[in-house]
């Protein structure tokens, strides 16, 4: 304590500076319009500045939050048919082809690992058998496919990537009847070329490719890419088309796994036909 004092007695004239700067400045802001103003304003706009910093910083601390709500959004908004629904977990969209007949599930999942440079990519999500998630269900993101589940267990799934050698998914031209497999060469992570397609296509560049709807995988008309060029490989008949893909898969952070509750039917009678062959 005695130094305290000791402290406030050697420098007296400092702090009795500061007190009468301080009132001086407080009976020129009370007694005069202009500065009372020009305070006022000052403080404003600091303040602002220190809120805005303050929200800026905010926002970034709930991403995470924000994209989840994006995500279950972008999940109900896929849902174009006239009775959809999303369940109570908010995990899995219904899409209906009629009113009474339920065809697709969107199952949303995260990412939790990926590669994307490998000449077979794969990604892992945190979704697996416990909430419905098979080997062989197609997968798209926000914008265009994905890939195909390759593993599955009970809370996560591998998907194999369409930037993987054995990855093939039947695509065809936006408004054409034709269609065919999508290969990626290894190269860019964001070119795949779709072969098979007769030249004699009238083919124009940015047209959409997209999923065809044959098999059990994918439904019809979901976005892929689009054309970047074409040519005719060794003076074939078919066109090798270099698609850019709509999905970044470096930005990829949520998924949407496609459950087809009619594929079992389709498969087995697609089998008993090729077993009728078979005799």
Do not use: C
């Not at 926002?59 to 896929?78: G, I, P, T």
């Not at 369409?162 to 065809?172: A, G, N, Q, V, Y």
């Not at 004699?200 to 995988?217: D, E, P, R």
């Amino acid at each position: 304590m005695l130094n305290l004092w000791r402290f406030i007695s050697r420098f007296n004239a400092f702090f009795f500076l500061i007190i009468y700067l301080t009132i001086s400045l407080i009976l020129l802001v009370r007694n005069n319009d202009f500065q009372r103003a020009s305070t006022f304003n000052t403080s404003n706009q600091i303040i602002g500045t220190v809120y805005q910093n303050v929200n800026t910083v905010n926002k970034y601390l709930n991403l995470s939050l924000v994209n989840d709500s994006l995500a279950r959004e972008n999940m109900m908004l896929r849902q174009n048919l006239k009775s959809s629904y999303l369940d109570d977990s908010l995990v899995t969209a219904i899409v209906t082809d009629t009113i009474h007949i339920v065809k697709y599930e969107y199952i949303l999942a995260e990412v939790v690992n990926k590669t994307i440079t490998a000449r077979n990519n794969y990604i892992t999500i945190n979704r697996g058998a416990k909430q419905g998630i098979k080997k062989g269900m197609g997968v798209i993101g926000t914008n265009g496919v994905v890939g195909i589940v390759w593993n599955v267990s009970e809370n996560f799934s591998s998907i194999q990537s369409i930037l993987h050698e054995d990855t093939r998914i039947t695509s065809s031209i936006e408004g054409t009847p034709y269609f065919g497999p999508l290969i990626w060469e290894g190269k860019n992570p964001s070119l795949v070329t779709l072969t098979d397609i007769p030249n004699q296509l009238n083919l124009k560049l940015n047209a959409k490719v997209v999923t065809s709807g044959l098999g059990v995988i994918f439904p019809k008309g979901i976005l892929i890419g689009n054309v970047l060029k074409s040519g005719v490989k060794g003076g074939g008949s078919f066109l090798d088309i270099s698609v850019k893909l709509s999905t970044n898969f470096y930005a990829l952070q949520y998924v949407y796994v496609i459950k087809n509750n009619f594929q079992n039917e389709q498969q087995e009678l697609e089998a008993a036909n090729k077993e009728s062959l078979n005799e």
